[in-house]
């Protein structure tokens, strides 16, 4: 791990701490067990998608410091309606990956057949 890099499971367990949620309530939020949650302080590295969902639960933001590359979390706390918009419009925005995942797999499949019935004639 470089030096500038932060230790993500390190960083939501003082998050958490400093904030009143308990561990147990965290985890439901989450959708994870308490052990999990455990788990996850112990990682140096997180999903992006699982970090971001953290900090929105947590009430925190993420920002980039586009010269160094550092990862900065604000402690700034966001209004509880903001952390709901936030966790909406992430569950709206993997669905809409979804969707287009399988819009190009129907393409690939739409592509391969005009190629099979093009060999035919």
């Known amino acids: 791990m470089e030096t500038?890099?932060?230790?993500?499971?390190?960083?939501?367990?003082?998050l958490?701490?400093?904030?009143?949620m308990s561990i147990v309530k965290f985890a439901s939020k989450l959708g994870v067990s308490r052990t999990y949650v455990y788990?996850?302080?112990k990682q140096?590295?997180?999903?992006?998608?699982?970090?971001?969902?953290?900090?929105?639960?947590l009430g925190q933001s993420l920002s980039i410091n586009e010269e160094s590359k550092n990862v900065?979390?604000?402690t700034q706390k966001l209004k509880a309606d903001d952390r709901y918009q936030?966790?909406?419009?992430?569950?709206?925005?993997?669905?809409?990956?979804?969707?287009?995942?399988?819009?190009v797999e129907s393409k690939n499949v739409l592509i391969k057949a005009l190629s099979n019935s093009k060999k035919k004639e």
């Open 4 to 14: 500038n890099e932060i230790h993500q499971g390190k960083k939501i367990e003082e």
């Open 16 to 20: 958490l701490e400093s904030s009143d």
């Open 39 to 41: 788990k996850l302080f």
């Open 44 to 57: 140096e590295s997180i999903k992006p998608i699982l970090f971001e969902k953290i900090l929105v639960i």
């Open 72 to 74: 900065i979390i604000s």
């Open 86 to 103: 936030l966790i909406k419009e992430i569950e709206y925005l993997k669905q809409r990956a979804r969707d287009l995942e399988a819009l």
